[in-house]
């Protein structure tokens, strides 16, 4: 089956620099890729998601890459606010075997005002 | 967007007395369901997948006679938590898939605390 891990488990930032969190998965047959903010005591969100199809996605401050030969996608959020200290999971799936999520370990960001 | 509740946010128990949670998918329907429990600083651990119509689908470990799922309807399933102790005390998040979007979104979690 598939499995993610994720790094860094704890990130601390200061207030308008920028975050990287990065994420390996191990079946090559993985073709979606979201990433969830997951704030105290709420469930996930969805932030950005990325397609095996496609190598970069935008959203405002919010990016994703994906690098499907070496299997792993990151995210990188630019100019940092205290507001997006968070816990962030990266998932894996194939969506041509069900709809059934593989989560990442998290990442606990930090953004120091 | 697609909007995933759940009910109630938090409950707090007694050992030994059983507890439902529901999930409903508000604006659209779902075949199928995933419960999830997470402990405090880990990742979420898949515990089942609800099927609308057909028996739930158990993760390798979770009891499947401790943790009840009924998948009523297309935009409702339950779990159960059946005679509860506190190692069960956890977050439990439910979440649907919607076809019509390819997304997944998630429920907004419900703290059980079992004393």
């Known amino acids: 089956g598939e499995n993610v891990e994720q790094h860094p488990s704890t990130l601390s930032v200061q207030e308008g620099d920028s975050a990287v969190i990065k994420c390996t998965y191990s079946d090559s047959a993985s073709n979606y890729f979201p990433w969830y903010k997951q704030e105290l005591g709420k469930g996930p969100q969805l932030i950005i998601d990325?397609?095996?199809?496609?190598g970069e996605k935008k959203d405002q401050r919010i990016a994703v890459t994906l690098n499907k030969t070496a299997k792993h996608f990151s995210l990188h959020i630019t100019e940092t606010q205290p507001e997006d200290s968070a816990v962030y999971f990266c998932a894996a799936r194939n969506n041509n075997a069900g709809n059934m999520l593989t989560f990442g370990g998290g990442t606990r960001l930090m953004v120091k005002p | 967007g697609a909007v995933v509740s759940q009910h109630p946010s938090r409950v707090i128990c007694k050992s030994g007395t059983s507890v439902k949670i529901e999930c409903r998918s508000l604006?659209?329907?779902?075949?199928?369901m995933f419960w999830y429990r997470q402990f405090p600083k880990q990742s979420l651990m898949l515990m089942a997948t609800s099927n609308e119509g057909s028996k739930a689908t158990y993760e390798q470990g979770v009891e499947k006679d401790k943790f009840l799922i009924n998948h009523a309807s297309l935009t409702l399933s339950t779990l159960t938590v059946t005679s509860a102790h506190p190692e069960d005390s956890s977050f439990y998040i439910c979440s649907a898939p919607s076809s019509l979007r390819n997304e997944q979104f998630f429920g907004p979690g419900t703290r059980l605390t079992v004393l």
């Open positions: 990325i397609r095996s199809n496609v």
């Open positions: 604006d659209f329907q779902a075949t199928t």
